[in-house]
């Protein structure tokens, strides 16, 4: 069983930066990818970016791209995910989950409770 707690959101003037972190619980954490998904009020849940248990591979949904980065701590149980040069369509709730290092949700087994992210003047 592996529970997934974020934290970090909040509120931000577009071009800012904020990183959410995902603590977890469990020890098989150092052996789970872990992926950030994202789902704005009235559309569906859409994949944000997701790195391999090893830390050696990651990959980024293309709106994204060039400004997120996601890291993992496997001492610490934590991911992360540093975002910069925030638009307004960055505003969402920001999941962090646990599973295969995929881009479908489906792949994953395990999920946090989200954190808002507001992108706004």
């Known amino acids: 069983q592996v529970q997934l707690v974020e934290s970090g959101g909040g509120l931000v003037q577009p071009g800012g930066s904020l990183r959410l972190s995902c603590a977890a619980s469990g020890r098989t954490f150092s052996r789970r990818s872990m992926g950030w998904f994202r789902q704005a009020l009235g559309k569906e849940r859409e994949f944000v970016t997701a790195?391999?248990?090893?830390?050696?591979?990651?990959s980024y949904a293309d709106s994204v791209k060039g400004r997120f980065t996601i890291s993992r701590d496997n001492a610490k149980n934590t991911v992360y995910l540093q975002m910069d040069s925030l638009k307004p369509e960055d505003t969402a709730v920001y999941y962090c989950?646990?599973?295969?290092?995929?881009?479908?949700?489906?792949?994953?087994?395990?999920w946090g409770q989200g954190t808002q992210v507001t992108v706004s003047s």
């Open positions: 989950a646990a599973g295969s290092c995929s881009q479908q949700q489906s792949h994953y087994d395990y």
């Open positions: 790195i391999h248990w090893s830390g050696g591979s990651t």
